[in-house]
């Protein structure tokens, strides 16, 4: 076990090296989180947001946890994948954060990864994290069901209770289901007026909605 993590490690390390030298998926973002943070540079101990759109379009989530020391850190369309093999050196163990939330996997569905494949790379992505930030608490938002998305619901359902399933036993770590939050009614499908107009993205209520599941976690 110790030798598959060593290798996991070193092979994370030498891709991360040669695409940070040759560039990588919004890397313009990823250089300007490192300029913000050159200038204004959060404070150790955080509570860190990391993950793809749905967490760089809340961009008032700092608001809604006024006084909390949130660091919010989406990356552009991402995947787990790419959060895996290229941001977390630059997004995740600079800050030293207390709490660890994550929302991604979505995109590599959309993508045409399967829901066992993105289960793999939290597995990865939670490895990770434990070794870096073995006091560090990690939250794992649920995908949510959107409605543009409706021909990949099989395998978010499928990722999501690998996800949940796998984080039962994990010290320090809780599976968050914000999806059923956003559900309409008694229904397994989402509402869409809890979505922007391309039904991907979540409005000002379907944020309203995560902020109230999300409460007790942050707080």
Excluded at 79 to 87: A, I, K, S, W
Excluded at 103 to 114: F, L, P, Q
Excluded at 147 to 169: C, D, G, H, M, W
Aim: hydrophobic letters at 40%.
């Amino acid at each position: 076990m110790r030798l598959k993590l060593i290798v996991l490690f070193l092979g994370i390390f030498i891709t991360t090296r040669l695409y940070a030298q040759q560039g990588f998926p919004f890397d313009n973002e990823i250089r300007a989180f490192k300029h913000q943070d050159s200038i204004n540079p959060p404070a150790k101990g955080g509570i860190l947001f990391i993950g793809s759109s749905s967490i760089r379009k809340w961009t008032d989530l700092e608001l809604r946890f006024a006084g909390k020391p949130i660091i919010r850190r989406g990356v552009g369309g991402c995947t787990l994948e790419q959060l895996v093999n290229y941001y977390t050196p630059y997004i995740l163990s600079p800050y030293q954060p207390r709490k660890v939330f994550i929302y991604a996997g979505e995109n590599d569905i959309a993508a045409g990864k399967s829901g066992q494949f993105v289960f793999e790379e939290f597995e990865k992505l939670w490895t990770m994290i434990h070794q870096q930030l073995p006091v560090a608490d990690i939250y794992f938002m649920s995908i949510k069901l959107s409605p543009s998305r409706a021909q990949s619901f099989n395998e978010v359902i499928k990722a999501n209770e690998l996800i949940k399933t796998y984080l039962v036993n994990k010290p320090r770590s809780t599976f968050i289901d914000v999806g059923a939050a956003i559900l309409k009614g008694n229904s397994a499908l989402p509402d869409s007026a809890l979505f922007q107009e391309d039904m991907l993205h979540l409005n000002s209520k379907g944020y309203d909605r995560w902020q109230q599941v999300l409460e007790p976690y942050v707080k």
